[in-house]
Structure formats: structure tokens, C-alpha cells
């Protein structure tokens, strides 16, 4: 079985609808077939139907069973034509077991043998006898409910594995942008910790000559600090994969106005406001603030069709919002019919919550779309 479930509202309204149609046959009387004593008793029997079409979920094999069971019992020591609400709970039940275990398990197996008992001894207990037509006709209907039941557990199969397969792309899209985020970083650190080292050096070099436990002490923390910056180029070169490779100039949000340019010359008209007095940013957030902007305008490039859009960095005393909308597609105009990955959307969440940040992205009621990311100073 693929999993459990308590009662949801459709088994409710499943059971309801059998014990309702159970009792207004048994009732008013079924029809084009003769009528049957012990109402009360038949009436009961539907009831009780219902309520193990309501828990039939839980042990899908073992309420066919003992409902097939009871019935052939029913049919073959009281030969009574089947009412018609016996035969569709049993093709509720058998709908259920297949859509709950393995096709070619034993409990499928059983079940679709106790279905076989229940259809022939209700056929055999039909008044008058049944011809080739009823057979066919139970047959065909008893191959439907099967049919969807395996219908069934082979889309939700195949939903869970979507799912799972989602879940992995998703963390490893997590993964490897936080390896980029790690190289990005360890970049500056390892420029700082080479321009400390050098001013290192230059104040040492400025020394007296009697500046001698001075000089020891500065040469220390130049040695410390090349030692340092090997290590963090060697560190650079495992989360690249290649030692060689050479890190491009640091991007950040002085570097904004070029890539709009480089934008505009993709097709899309984007303009820029700065809002409130810029403040110097840390190098990683400088970085990841450009980032963010660069990823958001890509999407829109790649997945809105948009011919506009609109990039706001504002400053205030106690964070950094940017924000980054498109106005969707000209009017009349259809949407891509691509969809993206979601990669963008990781990697800038993942840059915000490097800084303690927030990040939401929300289609606007106006057909745009809109970005925005919050991150404190």
C-alpha cells in the first residue's frame, strides 16, 4: 500500500452517497426485480456497507473480503436476486483495493477473485436467470473499476516520483548555488586578507630602525596573512574544480548601470531609481545585492515575454530593498510557454538568507511580475 489516510470529505461523501442509495432502494422497493422481507434487516446491511466504504481506505483488502464474503454467504443460503447498491459498493471496494496495492500482489490477486465469487453468485441467484447480455454488462463494469483503480495508483505513483525527483533537483539547485555564493565570497575574502597583508608590509617597511620587536611583530602577521591567502586560494581552487581558473572583477551595485545597458541591448526596456543616500555596503552584500538584480532581470528576459521593467534600490538607516518589476507582455500579446527551472528564484533566496534577508517574488495583478528583497544593514 502506498500510504494511509483518515476519512477525507470525499470518502465521507462516497459512504454517504452508498448508504443513501442502499436505503432508498431497499425502501421504495427495487426496481424490475421482487421485493424481499426483512426490510429492516437489508436496511441495516446497507448502512453497514456504507460505513465500510468510509473506512475502506484503511484496509482496503480485508473490507472487500469480509463485504464479498458476506454476500456470496447472503446469495447462495438465501437465494435472493442482488439489489443493485450490493453490486456498485463492491465495484467501489474493488476500485479502492487496486488503487491502494501492487497490481500483481497477492492481495490483488484475492481481490479480484473475491469480486469474481460475488458476480457469479449473484448472477447465479438473478430472477429471472441471467443471459450473455447481464454477464457481459457485470463484466465490462467490474473491468472499469479495476481499470481506474490501477489508473489511479499509477498516476499517484508516478506523482510521488515527480515529487521526490522535484525535492532532488531542488536541493542540489540549492547546493550548487551556495558553492557559487562560497566561491563569490571567498574571493573578497582573500583579496582583503591580500590588501591587509600588503599594508601590512608597507607600514613594517616605514619603521625605525630601532622599531626591532615592532618589525618581528608586523613580519608575523605578514607571514600569517600570505599563509592565509594560499589557503584560501587553494580552498577556491576545490569549489571550482579547476586551480587555474582566474576569478573575473567583482561585480556589485556600482556596476548596475552596465548591466542595464547590457539588458537594454537584450530587448527590454528597463529603467533604474535609487531612492534615499547610498552607504557603503560589505563586499559580500555589495555582491549579493548585484546578484540579485542580475538573476531577477534574467528571468524576466527568459520567461515573461515583458518589454518593460522597472529596477529600484533604495537605501534606508536599517536595510537595503531592491526592487526589481516587470509589466508582462504587451496586450495581446501571449506568455512564453516556457517555465523556468526555479534556479533563479533558489539562488536569490539563497543570497538573501546569507545576509539574514527576506526575498519574495509574486506575479502583480497587473499581468507583471515583481521581486522584491530586503536586506538589513
Known amino acids: 500500500m502506498l500510504h494511509r489516510r483518515l476519512p477525507a470529505p470525499v470518502d465521507w461523501l462516497v459512504a454517504v452517497a452508498v448508504g443513501l442509495?442502499?436505503?432508498?432502494?431497499?425502501?421504495?422497493?427495487?426496481?424490475a426485480a421482487p421485493s424481499r422481507g426483512h426490510l429492516f434487516l437489508w436496511t441495516a446491511a446497507g448502512l453497514v456497507a456504507a460505513a465500510g466504504v468510509l473506512f475502506r481506505?484503511?484496509?482496503p483488502f480485508a473490507i472487500l473480503a469480509v463485504y464479498s464474503a458476506a454476500n456470496v454467504a447472503l446469495l447462495v443460503l438465501t437465494p435472493q436476486m442482488a439489489a443493485a447498491w450490493q453490486f456498485y459498493t463492491q465495484l467501489v471496494l474493488l476500485f479502492t483495493l487496486l488503487s491502494e496495492v501492487r497490481?500483481?500482489?497477492?492481495?490483488a490477486v484475492c481481490g479480484l477473485g473475491a469480486t469474481g465469487a460475488f458476480v457469479a453468485a449473484m448472477l447465479a441467484?438473478?430472477?429471472?436467470?441471467?443471459g450473455p447480455g447481464d454477464v457481459a454488462v457485470a463484466l465490462v463494469m467490474c473491468a472499469i473499476a479495476a481499470g481506474a483503480g490501477l489508473a489511479v495508483r499509477r498516476h499517484r505513483a508516478l506523482a510521488e516520483q515527480a515529487a521526490e525527483r522535484g525535492e532532488l533537483l531542488a536541493r542540489e539547485a540549492v547546493?550548487?548555488?551556495r558553492a557559487r555564493i562560497a566561491r563569490e565570497l571567498h574571493d573578497i575574502v582573500a583579496h582583503s586578507v591580500s590588501v591587509m597583508t600588503m599594508q601590512t608590509g608597507g607600514v613594517r617597511l616605514m619603521l625605525r630602525e630601532d622599531q626591532e620587536?615592532?618589525?618581528?611583530?608586523?613580519?608575523?602577521?605578514?607571514?600569517?596573512g600570505r599563509g592565509a591567502v594560499d589557503e584560501l586560494r587553494r580552498m577556491l581552487g576545490l569549489l571550482r574544480g579547476s586551480p587555474a581558473e582566474v576569478p573575473g572583477p567583482r561585480a556589485g551595485l556600482d556596476g548596475l548601470r552596465d548591466l542595464l545597458d547590457q539588458v537594454r541591448a537584450a530587448g527590454l526596456d528597463v529603467t533604474l531609481e535609487v531612492r534615499g543616500d547610498p552607504v557603503p555596503l560589505s563586499a559580500g552584500l555589495d555582491l549579493s545585492a548585484y546578484r540579485i538584480v542580475q538573476e531577477a532581470l534574467t528571468n524576466t528576459l527568459k520567461h515573461a515575454g515583458a518589454t518593460r521593467a522597472e529596477v529600484t534600490v533604495a537605501y534606508t538607516p536599517r536595510e537595503l530593498r531592491l526592487d526589481v518589476v516587470d509589466h508582462g507582455p504587451r496586450e495581446g500579446r501571449p506568455r512564453p510557454g516556457t517555465r523556468g527551472s526555479g534556479h533563479g528564484l533558489i539562488g536569490m533566496r539563497e543570497r538573501a538568507a546569507l545576509f539574514r534577508g527576506t526575498l519574495t517574488a509574486a506575479p502583480l495583478p497587473s499581468g507583471g511580475f515583481g521581486v522584491r528583497a530586503v536586506l538589513p544593514l
Open 125 to 130: 441467484a438473478s430472477s429471472p436467470p441471467s
Open 57 to 59: 481506505r484503511r484496509a
Open 213 to 224: 620587536r615592532e618589525r618581528q611583530v608586523l613580519t608575523a602577521v605578514e607571514e600569517t
Open 103 to 107: 497490481p500483481r500482489g497477492v492481495k
Open 175 to 177: 547546493a550548487e548555488e
Open 21 to 31: 442509495f442502499a436505503v432508498a432502494e431497499e425502501v421504495s422497493g427495487r426496481t
